[in-house]
């Protein structure tokens, strides 16, 4: 499984971006989108499962983000409104082992290559 992250780029506070994952090799497995800040640890955004239209999103962008998947595309989206300069990171996208949502980062065994993301005050 071969994962392409893109998307990223410089915006400013209350702007938005989308970043898509093209994933080569996609099954109906459990996607997620993670992000690490500069001295930072990862962290999961958001997650989409593989078998239903079920997500999850981390307090700290809900209601602000949305992730979506096209399987006809192959493709996993994030869709990123009213950022903020906390949201300044690298993002990067996964797949899953399993086929419902998990949150860990142990859970996810392909990943790209990230992409920035940087919300400027």
């Known amino acids: 499984v071969q994962l392409q992250a893109s998307g990223g780029g410089l915006v400013q506070a209350g702007g938005s971006l989308r970043l898509s994952c093209a994933v080569s090799?996609?099954?109906?497995?459990?996607m997620g989108w993670f992000r690490q800040a500069p001295g930072k640890e990862r962290e999961i955004v958001a997650a989409?499962?593989?078998?239903?239209?079920?997500?999850y999103y981390a307090d700290s962008v809900k209601g602000r983000f949305t992730i979506s998947r096209d399987d006809a595309k192959n493709t996993v989206y994030l869709q990123m409104n009213s950022l903020k300069s906390e949201d300044t990171a690298v993002y990067y996208c996964?797949?899953?082992?399993?086929?419902?949502?998990?949150?860990?980062?142990?859970?996810?065994?392909?990943w790209g290559q990230g992409t920035l993301v940087t919300v400027s005050s």
């Open positions: 996964a797949v899953c082992s399993r086929r419902t949502i998990s949150t860990r980062a142990t859970d996810f065994g392909s």
């Open positions: 090799g996609f099954s109906r497995y459990a």
């Open positions: 989409i499962s593989g078998l239903t239209s079920s997500t």
